[in-house]
T-cell receptor, first 112, second 118 residues
Framework: AQSVTQPDIHITVSEGASLELRCNYS??????LFWYVQSPGQGLQLLLK??????LVQGIKGFEAEFKRSQSSFNLRKPSVHWSDAAEYFC??????????FGTGTQLKVEL | EAGVAQSPRYKIIEKRQSVAFWCNPI?????LYWYQQILGQGPKLLIQ????????DSQLPKDRFSAERLKGVDSTLKIQPAKLEDSAVYLC????????????????FGPGTRLTVL
């Protein structure tokens, strides 16, 4: 069975600082990996996705993520955080039939 | 392009009452999903439709939850009777996929319906 672990429930960073959100997955075959962001009262918005090829994936809003098969990780990064990035971030893995399994999320707070 | 529409946005009911949620996917999207997101958790897939057929409903509590997508477009999710533990945000998503949902299809999410059961 596929699963996702996001070890950090809450993270606080200062505006302008760099950000890394951790994600570890468990899946028996080649994983398809996603990062979604959810702002209060909003649905989930796709930031980026990894299917194959280059292990460094660029997404929207200046985010990127790196797939590391040896570590079963797909960490999300941003070099300089903006106050508007405050939200909840979900990592997800997809198996057969496009069934998404989400992690429990990381709540990001940005200090001005 | 219009996104996934859901209504109502908020609903408060007493336990043992019934409730229904509506979802209209992005035009042309064959696959539709209903997720349950309990506070502090990630979304959990309840049911997946391919056109008007069910692809996966393994995590749907069928004794109280039902869903339909009769014409292969919009969908309704019903809870009857509701329990306190059903308090959650119910998210609808859609993707283009036409063959049971390719693992590479991007899912687009609606804003959700927040259900509170008292």
């Amino acid at each position: 069975a596929q699963s996702v672990t996001q070890p950090d429930i809450h993270i606080t960073v200062s505006e302008g600082a760099s950000l890394e959100l951790r994600c570890n997955y468990s899946y028996g075959a080649t994983p398809y990996l996603f990062w979604y962001v959810q702002s209060p009262g909003q649905g989930l918005q796709l930031l980026l996705k990894y299917f194959s090829g280059d292990t460094l994936v660029q997404g929207i809003k200046g985010f990127e993520a790196e797939f590391k098969r040896s570590q079963s990780s797909f960490n999300l990064r941003k070099p300089s955080v903006h106050w508007s990035d405050a939200a909840e971030y979900f990592c997800a893995v997809s198996g057969g039939g496009n069934k998404l399994t989400f992690g429990t999320g990381t709540q990001l707070k940005v200090e001005l | 392009e219009a996104g996934v529409a859901q209504s109502p946005r908020y609903k408060i009911i007493e336990k043992r009452q019934s409730v229904a949620f509506w979802c209209n996917p992005i035009s042309g999207h064959a696959t539709l999903y209903w997720y349950q997101q309990i506070l502090g958790q990630g979304p959990k897939l309840l049911i997946q439709f391919q056109n008007n057929g069910v692809v996966d409903d393994s995590q749907l509590p069928k004794d109280r939850f039902s869903a339909e997508r009769l014409k292969g477009v919009d969908s309704t999710l019903k809870i009857q009777p509701a329990k306190l533990e059903d308090s959650a945000v119910y998210l609808c998503a859609s993707s283009y996929g036409t063959s049971g949902g390719s693992s590479t299809d991007t899912q687009y999410f609606g804003p959700g319906t927040r259900l509170t059961v008292l």
